[in-house]
């Protein structure tokens, strides 16, 4: 059972999963209020966990043990496209999430009525 956590697929996940629901929380603190900011809160959000879950997965073929130049020296540009497309499977994780997230975001306005 502890595989599962350690090395297995869950911890990742459940990481992804905390993240999508953090990341607009946090944007949220310093985002100005209104329709449209929410609109490009939701940008932003989304482009930061898209990197972020590149980079998440670009961590954990390091921590396995493939080194990333080897995979630029087999691979050149096709290495990034790869973590992208992993990052956009992963919004299968954290997208749900973020998107109940910015729902909530509203709630908390004091200027803006929604």
Do not use: Q
């Amino acid at each position: 059972m502890g595989e599962v956590f350690s090395t297995g697929l869950i911890l990742p996940a459940m990481a992804l999963a905390m993240l999508g629901w953090a990341v607009p929380r946090v944007l949220a603190l310093w985002w100005p209020e209104g329709v449209k900011w929410l609109l490009g809160l939701a940008l932003v959000s989304t482009v930061v966990m898209a990197v972020c879950g590149a980079g998440f997965f670009a961590f954990l073929y390091s921590a396995e043990g493939v080194s990333l130049d080897d995979l630029y020296a087999t691979g050149g540009l096709s290495v990034p496209v790869h973590f992208a497309k992993l990052s956009l499977i992963s919004a299968l994780l954290w997208g749900p999430l973020m998107v109940l997230s910015l729902a909530g975001v509203p709630k908390n306005w004091v200027k803006e009525v929604w």
